[in-house]
């Protein structure tokens, strides 16, 4: 064995290691910040908010909006924080500090009610420390920027315990490729970084799964909800592509930020489910707990506040505001189909459904989202094939529209 190779292994556990650690220290700050924003001890952050006063709920994201955005106007005064796609491809190098600092406000802003998700932050973590971490091993570019990938990967398969999810988010996704050193690399990191995080995750799923009785019958549904879950997808990529994000400087981020946080903490008053980065809508369209008019709602100001976000200047995750997004479309047509109709729809597979075939068109990957859906739930193993269905149908929809607008253009 090459001592290169010996270099690389030892690389891919401090990876994996580092990954787990950063996927647990956002976790806990999350945590944290969630139980001082709504002052509870105990549930999970829709318990917390339904327990808060109409005051805390609305004051609340407006402190922490304002705390954050006052903490990136004096960041971004001082450096820049690129993207992380842009330190994966090595044009930038790895700002470890300011990706540590710019992680840190992500999860405050998240944790004091923002409509954003929380997976940005422990991916730019993750790769901020492994890059400490293996800057004294002899790695060459190539072997570098796998391990920076998979550290992303392995930092998002920690907070959510989805280390599958992980390691196809870093090989797809962040790397574009299949090729088996990249896509081992990413299972073994991904794998540990979970395995680490346990002592504060408890190897959690993040969704309940009801039980209840289902019906094969319902990879056919997915097929059909797939033009509905293309064309929110679609809407929802849009508006989050409209939006500037971390490029805004000015001190007008700090009332902007702020301004958004009062809006989602007014609107939580009527609709709990609203603060954080969508595992209560998640939660509760699992439970049959919306609905026709929350779920209508919820479909329309998710994404709303969401950019009201980014135009602010605010820096988060889209992965679960997209998920939350088509649940809420996926249960508002199994919902209007059981009252109406006199159907007895499953809205928990129903809603997921959608929820992946949104995924994939934001993410551009419907493996990834079809898995990331499954486990986050952990249903029976066979829905992960009607997942499936509904993330391929919807982004083949997509994909044969975008082939027949470039034919049209070309002609």
Not at 299 to 323: E, H, I, S
């Amino acid at each position: 064995m090459t001592r290169r190779a010996v270099q690389f292994g030892c690389a891919v556990v401090v990876v994996g290691l580092l990954a787990g650690v950063a996927g647990a220290a956002t976790t806990l700050l999350l945590h944290g910040v969630e139980h001082l924003t709504y002052h509870y001890d105990f549930g999970t952050l829709l318990s917390g908010v339904e327990s808060s006063s109409p005051v805390r709920r609305a004051v609340g994201p407006m402190l922490g909006g304002a705390l954050a955005g006052w903490g990136w106007w004096a960041l971004r005064r001082r450096c820049e924080v690129p993207p992380l796609s842009a330190t994966l491809s090595g044009q930038r190098p790895v700002p470890r500090a300011a990706f540590t600092l710019d992680a840190a406000l992500q999860v405050l802003l998240v944790g004091a009610g923002a409509s954003l998700g929380r997976e940005g932050a422990p991916r730019q973590l993750a790769a901020a420390w492994s890059d400490i971490g293996t800057a004294r091993l002899a790695l060459t570019a190539a072997d570098r920027r796998i391990l920076l990938a998979c550290a992303a990967g392995a930092g998002l398969g920690a907070v959510y315990s989805v280390p599958l999810g992980g390691a196809v988010f870093a090989a797809r996704i962040l790397l574009g490729t299949w090729q088996p050193r990249a896509l081992g690399t990413a299972l073994i990191t991904s794998s540990i970084a979970v395995a680490v995080a346990a002592p504060v995750t408890h190897l959690e799923h993040p969704l309940s799964w009801p039980q209840a009785d289902l019906s094969y019958l319902l990879g056919f549904l997915a097929l059909a909800l797939a033009p509905l879950a293309a064309a929110v997808g679609l809407a929802f990529g849009r508006v989050m592509d409209s939006a500037p994000t971390w490029k805004l400087r000015s001190w007008m981020v700090i009332p902007g930020i702020a301004a958004a946080g009062l809006l989602t903490g007014v609107c939580s008053i009527w609709l709990p489910e609203l603060p954080g980065n969508g595992r209560s809508i998640l939660q509760v369209s699992m439970s049959s707990g919306l609905t026709l008019t929350s779920a209508g709602l919820i479909l329309l100001l998710k994404p709303l506040l969401t950019t009201l976000f980014l135009r602010a200047g605010a820096v988060g995750g889209l992965l679960t505001p997209a998920l939350a997004t088509g649940a809420a479309a996926g249960s508002l047509v199994a919902l209007a189909l059981n009252q109406w109709a006199g159907t007895d729809l499953h809205v928990a597979a129903v809603s997921l459904s959608c929820a992946a075939g949104v995924l994939a068109i934001t993410q551009r990957s419907p493996l990834f989202a079809a898995l990331f859906v499954w486990e986050l739930a952990r249903p029976p193993l066979w829905l992960l094939l009607v997942f499936a269905v509904g993330a391929f149908a919807s982004y083949g929809l997509v994909e044969l529209r975008r082939r027949r607008q470039d034919a049209t253009a070309e002609a």
